[in-house]
């Protein structure tokens, strides 16, 4: 074969295999529902499809041929597909990075290496989720703490918190700041105002797979109003206490590196401390993306069971006594993930949105109660069948932490006006003797 037949099949693959990536339906002007196909791993971006070619991107498994695809597209429909709309289709989700094949490889190559070789990491969604442009992002945030959505304007001195407790840790939402803004500001308040802290353990959702339940990184972290460094000694004197745990030793903290490349829920927290503290006061953070608790949902065994767990809550807890400052921890965590988008069949109704808040006011009194096991518990209940995304990191926050009490700041729900999701979310403090 020629090498123009080379680039003919790398083009028009024989059996299309789409990448993992995610797809939502779209409703748009007049009642047309499409489909966008977003990369949670950011190596593409994103397309939105008509329905019919959505169905055809589903169908490109790797197994099929392009008239094996046609023939089930058939059958899926009962109406014929032309091999030329297939191949138009498979030529556009090529063209984007959405389809495994070489090319996509020999981008992931480069920019994998690009990125592992930067001692800072990109912001990745500027522009995006929150204002790319400095003093736009300046006012974006500073907008969220105005009252009656947000907790008013920040105090510049940093007094203690009632009764004379002190703040040892926040939950801060990780949802977009256009949905989520003002609750993050009742996080951040507190934080700002109760805490001279020098140093924050943000404990972020890991929300694509990874291969260990924490992942460290000594990169610091990019945002439009500067660099947020990292503590890179905690960072080593914390993977060291691990790798001399019995079972930490046979873990690579920096494995999952990659994960945090695109994940957004530590972003988001180093993009608020910059726009907040940058310039005012000396900090630095300790990045620490925490992985998937289903496991533990499933087994209805508490993750306290589990070694890897034990061993990286007393490593934690141990590099933080060791710190000659101040530090505070921030759980970085939304709550529930409901309606068609997310996998449930009905549309979300009043009724249906009531008991969600009910569901999520009980999880959150386990919290702020605090009781990290009775929080896991209400969680895996019912199998966290309403997709509680924080679980992992508001958990092990709660147990590091060690707060003798919490304090609700701030509930919120945002709801698509079409009925098919939901994602609630919450600000809290915790607080310890």
Known sequence: MSSNDDTAAEVQP???????????????????????????????????LPYHAAALAALMD???????????????????????????????????????NDRFRARWKAEVETYLNRPVRPAAHAGGAYEADPQALTAQIASYFTAPTGPGALVEQVTAGSDGQKLCAVLSPHIDFRRGGPAFAWAYKKLIEESAADLFVILGTAHNPMRNLFSLTKKGFDTPLGTVETDRMFVARLASKMSASPVG?????????????????????????????????????????????????????????????????????????????QVCLIGSGDLAHIGQRFGDRAFLDAERL????????????????????????????????????????????????????????RYDQAV??????????????????
């Open 354 to 409: 009531k008991q969600q808040a009910t569901s999520d006011q009980e999880l959150m009194a386990a919290a702020c109660r605090p009781d990290a096991g009775g929080f896991f518990e209400l969680i895996a209940r019912d199998e966290d069948r309403n997709r509680v995304c924080g679980l992992s990191p508001t958990y092990t926050m709660l147990e590091v932490a060690q707060p003798t009490r919490g304090e609700l700041l």
């Open 62 to 100: 790797g197994t099929r041929t392009l008239a094996e695809i046609q023939a089930d597209f058939q059958k899926q429909f009962n109406q014929p597909v032309g091999l030329a709309d297939v191949e138009r289709v498979i030529g556009e989700l090529d063209r984007r990075y959405f389809l495994d």
């Open 14 to 48: 024989f059996r299309p295999r789409l990448r993992r990536v995610e797809s939502f339906p779209v409703n748009q002007p007049g009642g047309e529902v499409v489909f966008a196909l977003r990369d949670p791993e950011g190596f593409s971006g994103s397309v939105v």
């Open 249 to 325: 030793k046979d873990l690579n903290l920096f494995g999952d590196e990659l994960a945090h490349r695109q994940e957004h829920s530590i972003e988001f927290q180093a993009v608020f401390l910059q726009s907040l503290l940058g310039g005012k006061r000396p900090f630095q953070i300790v990045p620490i993306l925490v992985g998937s608790f289903h496991q533990f949902v499933r087994t209805h065994e508490s993750p306290s069971t589990s070694p890897e767990v034990s061993a990286f809550v007393s490593a934690l807890r141990s590099t933080i006594a060791e710190h000659k400052g």
């Open 416 to 433: 698509e006006l079409d009925g098919t999701s939901c994602v609630s979310f919450a600000a809290a403090a915790f607080y310890r003797d």
